[in-house]
């Protein structure tokens, strides 16, 4: 219901009121003798009937502004035939309710109109009594018409300033709904924008979730990488401790050999110096032959040692290339953790490769003292068979001695360096081992970190998935603040 309805509702009601008990009063007056029949009819009708037409046209429509006239000259019409018939001076009050009845209308011109009129009606019924001769005196009169002018004016006033508290009230009241206006405009502008930003932010959560997610897979295949890594650094420290013990052997192998020219660099001097004497000692070149066959018979022996030797290096070469290719192969697949171990395994390689040229260079040379000591069998064997004929080949048999003697410090030469090379492999395997245990503990450590990472992982993922729900009550309570 509007406001004007609101107004017309509770003059009617109020006018209703006060036309059933001016008719009340008016029908009392005929017991009283003090009106007659007809006239209280009259007054009956006056009173009622604007009543009975206001509460039609409000039917038909609530706001309309008939009922405020009909309120007014309705009973500004019963007002003036009953002030004018009244035998009661005090009719006049009657005006008194109607003016506060009026003030659900809040119009100061109305009240004006309708007092102005009033006191009108007064000095008109003071003039019609005064005639009749049925005046009550100049005071009373003068109170009656001083009293209805103060009414009116009070009235007025009163209407003046509520109607304009009333505009007042009404600027703030939409000076407040605009600002009510603007604030939940700022409001909606702020939920839309929050909107936007929690479903962005929804979408990153998404992404981060997937990509803790990923992270977790990654992590879990990482631990089974790093553990299949620590055993396979584990499976090559007992290959690599193997080769060390093999190039122990081979160490050893290599001082017998050195010893074995040393002896054969002192027979070789022995014989030098027999055959320096063979010219003046001829009888005894049988027997510096047979010696010459012994010492030659060890030093095939010696050159069959040395061919074992290069088959275990051979075979140490090959595994160490073959520890070195697993080697790559696991740093490859552990990743930027294993990148030192392919350094590692690199190096390995790269001693593995220099070990088997020394050993092709070592069996070449063995093989070149080999067929030297060939020939020096031959010669022996000639020098044997030809025994008369060993003053022509005196100085072909000193020659062949200088010969092997020749032959003699190449092999000791290269038997040295065979040594050194030993030597370095044994230190490079040292280091192997050294920088293996380095690996398998860089690996445990790495597989240690890698379970912490993983455990990490699971609580971002459980806070992710706490996140994500967060963010969709956001999103709920941003849809249902636009709403």
Not at 60 to 80: P, S, W
Not at 147 to 159: C, K, N, Q, W
Not at 202 to 224: F, K, P, Y
Request: proline share 1%; aromatic share 4%.
């Amino acid at each position: 219901m509007t406001e004007q309805g609101r107004a017309n509702k509770a003059a009617m009601i109020g006018h209703t009121i006060m036309g059933v008990l001016l008719t009340f009063v008016n029908i009392a007056e005929i017991f009283r003798s003090a009106r007659n029949v007809i006239l209280v009819a009259v007054l009956v009708v006056l009173a009622l009937g604007p009543v009975i037409a206001e509460w039609i046209f409000y039917k038909k429509n609530h706001d309309t502004k008939a009922i405020k006239h009909l309120v007014g000259i309705g009973f500004a019409i019963f007002y003036t035939v009953a002030l004018i018939t009244a035998s009661n001076q005090l009719t006049f009050v009657y005006v008194i309710p109607m003016f506060i009845l009026i003030s659900v209308f809040s119009d100061p011109k109305y009240a004006l109109e309708l007092g102005v009129g009033a006191v009108i009606v007064n000095i008109i019924s003071v003039v019609v009594h005064t005639m009749n001769g049925q005046g009550e005196g100049v005071t009373y009169y003068g109170t009656e018409i001083i009293m209805l002018m103060l009414t009116t004016a009070f009235s007025y006033y009163s209407f003046a300033v509520l109607q304009k508290i009333f505009r007042l009230r009404l600027e703030e009241m939409n000076q407040a709904k605009g600002q009510s206006d603007t604030m939940l405009q700022r409001i909606l502008e702020v939920s839309d924008a929050m909107t936007q930003k929690i479903n962005g932010m929804s979408e990153e959560v998404d992404l981060l979730g997937g990509g803790v997610s990923d992270t977790r897979n990654a992590m879990e295949e990482l631990t089974g990488g790093t553990t299949d890594t620590a055993e396979a650094v584990q499976n090559q420290l007992s290959q690599t401790e193997a080769i060390q013990e093999k190039v122990i052997q081979v160490t050893q192998a290599s001082d017998s050999i050195a010893e074995s020219m040393t002896v054969t660099a002192e027979a070789l001097s022995t014989g030098k110096k027999n055959i320096e004497q063979l010219v003046s000692q001829v009888s005894a070149t049988e027997q510096t032959n047979s010696q010459v066959a012994a010492e030659l018979t060890s030093l095939r022996e010696y050159m069959d040692k040395m061919y074992s030797i290069i088959e275990i290096i051979n075979n140490i070469t090959s595994e160490t290339s073959l520890l070195s290719l697993n080697a790559s192969i696991e740093a490859a697949r552990a990743g930027e953790a294993g990148r030192g171990f392919a350094v590692v395994a690199s190096e390995i390689s790269g001693l593995a490769t220099q070990t088997q040229e020394a050993t092709v260079s070592i069996e070449e040379l063995i093989r070149n003292v080999s067929e030297e000591l060939e020939k020096v069998v031959t010669i022996i064997e000639s020098m044997i068979s030809q025994v008369e004929h060993q003053n022509v080949t005196v100085n072909e048999t000193a020659d062949s001695f200088r010969t092997i003697e020749d032959n003699s410090g190449r092999v000791q030469r290269q038997s040295d360096a065979l040594s050194g090379i030993v030597k370095e492999l044994e230190s490079a395997n040292a280091g192997i081992m050294d920088s293996i245990q380095t690996i398998s503990a860089i690996s445990e450590e790495v597989a240690a970190h890698t379970n912490n990472t993983l455990t990490t992982c699971e609580k971002n993922q459980k806070s992710v998935e706490h996140l994500m729900a967060e963010t969709e009550n956001l999103i709920e309570l941003t849809h249902q603040l636009q709403l």
